[in-house]
């Protein structure tokens, strides 16, 4: 058996290449090896001395008895790892690490021969300086050459000996006629195993493409993705159209597309979201960025403000059709008392907010108007706005009409199953109504949706996150039905995180004459009051607000036949059976009562004088006998020590 001694530079070359020799001559010949670092201390002795690289020449010499016949590899890289290389990303600089100028040249060449041109190699060997920062290096075994700092280092493995170079071995063992097939085949297997995986990456690699190009096209908005030098990866067929450009522009410069320097600034400054209007051609377009920082990308949509606003219109339209829109702003809540301003004045400030809001107010005194108004001067304005009344929804139904639910879920549950109201107004505001009357089960289900903002649909296992702003409103004393135990207290602070209370209409008595001209107004008509009707109108205690007044008036308009509305056309139960006060004993009350509500003295003078105001003319006298009569029907009591009239109960 011949013997074929192998001399390489460091211990792992010679591992590798001992390894290959044995692949192809292992059954023919005895193979030795030896490094250079590891040592070398016996003079050797074979029919053939294959020397790694010329760079151990002299090295090799001094351990070699004369004779030898000396073979010095040519090498190249191993083919079975430089599929590693094919996860580097396009574009990216790769420093090429080996022991030599030329043997750095010769395998970045003969990479890209191999069709790995996907990169841009920077030669990289002893004696060069690194002024750049580079992320990624190769380097065929040569690790400690790698300059520090690289973040990725892929080793290659030592380079293999070619085929010339086996050939000229076997030639030398005098069994190339008998082996040269099989070193073929072996060496040969290596390659097409590669030239498939390459095949196969770029088959898939053009596939995605196509897929995401059509993905991409088919967008409505116009896309862009590019580098932070402006160099493009990725655009759409709507963006090539708004920018006039025809073939292919990927590769290209934004700057070459955009004659607007303004625009190629926004594009590329270091804000990584943003959202912004510019022109293109005479039309504004709203261009929104965002940066995908692993990446490197810039990603840029460009949608046109017509659309947009053509869009928006759409999607109200649709609340429109739905009922699920506020009717009411602040403008249409009629009224100048001092107290109404003030209530109207917080309501716009809790508008500006997002936080959720308890209205309280006795029935008809207009809450749903300003939960309207709330929702159309806050930030939500064209997202729906959904009404719940909880006194007017069975039980059974509520909570699959808020929450909706599943194909399935009980028996009469539609065909694909049904969106509940907090879905429908995502984006929007809910506003509760009579929430005092929801069941204590509701309650619970309700709070699950201020804590978490997110839904389950009944007879659902998916958890559904929804954005609403919540509007609750009661005509009950919400408090006292806490301390009764019958709503849950947690709920009650988590609803009354902004209040608003609405005064009702015998508190603000200045507002009735303009509501009633409001009303009436609206109905298209004019009439004259007979003074009668105007000062009853002015001291009724109108228990049902504003309600019962616009109910009045359809009333009255309804029924007056004539230009004038008189006592005659008032609903009869309201003037004289629903309150058997005598007309001039009720309107003393209403004084008094007015009078302790602002904390003044009732004195008979000051009576005197509001009492002409409201159309009554009574002497001093005239009212000191109605006192006593109200005195008498427990209504009121003179107050002690300082004169003046004490208000025991009202009407
Ligand atoms: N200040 C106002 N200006 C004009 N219209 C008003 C005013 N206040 C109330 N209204 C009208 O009165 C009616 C009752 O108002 P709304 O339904 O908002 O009252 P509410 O307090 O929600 O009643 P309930 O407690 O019975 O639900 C509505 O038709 C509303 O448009």
């Not at 990479?111 to 190769?138: D, M, T």
């Not at 909570?399 to 049904?418: H, I, N, V, W």
Request: overall charge neutral; hydrophobic content about 40%.
């Amino acid at each position: 058996m011949k013997k074929v001694v192998l001399i390489a530079g460091t211990e792992h070359t010679r591992e590798t290449l001992h390894e290959q020799l044995m692949g192809y001559i292992g059954d023919i010949a005895h193979i030795e090896s030896y490094a250079i670092d590891e040592g070398i201390k016996n003079k050797i002795e074979a029919d053939i001395v294959i020397i790694s690289t010329n760079l151990i020449y002299d090295d090799s010499l001094k351990h070699l008895k004369e004779g030898c016949k000396l073979i010095t590899a040519r090498r190249i890289l191993n083919y079975k790892v430089i599929e590693n290389l094919l996860f580097i990303p396009e574009g990216e600089k790769v420093l090429f690490v080996n022991d030599c100028k030329e043997t750095t040249l010769e395998c970045i060449d003969w990479l890209k021969r191999l069709g790995l041109s996907h990169v841009e190699y920077i030669p990289y060997y002893p004696g060069c300086s690194l002024k750049q920062e580079i992320n990624y290096a190769i380097t065929p075994g040569e690790i400690d050459i790698v300059p520090q700092g690289v973040k990725h280092v892929i080793d290659i493995g030592p380079r293999l000996m070619d085929i010339v170079t086996i050939a000229e071995i076997l030639k030398e063992l005098e069994v190339y006629d008998k082996k040269w097939e099989d070193a073929t085949i072996i060496y040969l297997d290596k390659i097409v195993s590669l030239a498939k995986k390459l095949a196969d990456i770029s088959k898939e690699k053009t596939r995605a493409f196509e897929h995401i190009k059509i993905v991409m096209d088919g967008m409505k908005e116009a896309v862009l993705a590019f580098d932070e030098k402006g160099r493009i990866s990725i655009s759409n067929e709507n963006l090539r159209f708004i920018l006039g450009a025809k073939g292919n522009i990927i590769g290209k410069n934004i700057r070459e597309f955009f004659s607007s320097y303004k625009i190629v600034d926004y594009l590329l400054s270091h804000e990584k979201d943003a959202s912004s209007v510019f022109e293109i051609k005479g039309e504004k377009y709203i261009i929104t960025k965002f940066t995908l920082e692993k990446e490197n990308i810039i990603i840029a949509t460009f949608k046109s403000q017509k659309d947009i606003e053509e869009l928006e219109k759409k999607v109200i339209r649709d609340l429109y059709k739905k009922g699920y829109y506020a009717k009411y702003s602040f403008d249409d809540i009629i009224g100048k008392s001092e107290e109404l301003k003030h209530t109207k004045e917080v309501g716009r400030k809790i508008a500006k907010t997002d936080l959720t809001v308890l209205i309280e107010g006795e029935s008809g005194t207009g809450k749903e108007l300003f939960a309207s108004a709330i929702h159309n001067e806050s930030l939500r304005k064209n997202k729906p706005f959904v009404a719940v009344n909880f006194s007017s929804l069975p039980e059974n139904l509520a909570e699959s009409e808020l929450f909706g639910y599943e194909e399935g879920a009980f028996t009469g549950a539609l065909k694909g199953g049904k969106k509940g109201l907090f879905e429908q107004a995502n984006g929007g505001t809910i506003f509760l109504d009579e929430i005092g009357d929801a069941s204590l089960r509701l309650q619970t289900k309700l709070l699950r949706v201020l804590q978490e903002k997110e839904i389950m649909r009944i007879g659902g296992d998916k958890i559904i996150p929804v954005d609403v702003r919540i509007i609750a409103a009661t005509n009950k004393n919400l408090g006292q039905l806490v301390e009764k135990g019958e709503f849950r207290e947690d709920l009650y602070y988590r609803l009354k995180v902004m209040y608003l209370k609405i005064p009702p209409l015998r508190n603000r008595r200045e507002d009735i004459k303009e509501l009633f001209d409001y009303f009436i107004n609206k109905k298209g008509m004019s009439f004259k009051i007979s003074l009668e009707v105007s000062n009853w109108l002015v001291n009724y205690n109108w228990p049902g607000n504003i309600r019962e007044l616009k109910n009045i008036v359809e009333y009255m308009v309804a029924v007056c036949d004539g230009k004038e509305i008189s006592k005659r056309d008032l609903p009869f139960d309201i003037f004289y059976e629903h309150n058997p006060l005598r007309q001039d004993l009720k309107i003393i009350l209403n004084i008094i009562e007015d009078l302790s509500k602002k904390g003044e003295n009732a004195s008979r003078r000051k009576i005197e004088g509001i009492c002409k105001e409201r159309g009554l003319n009574l002497t001093e006298q005239m009212i000191r006998t109605r006192l006593k009569e109200l005195e008498k029907m427990g209504y009121i009591k003179p107050r002690k020590g300082r004169g003046g009239t004490v208000l025991v109960k009202t009407i």
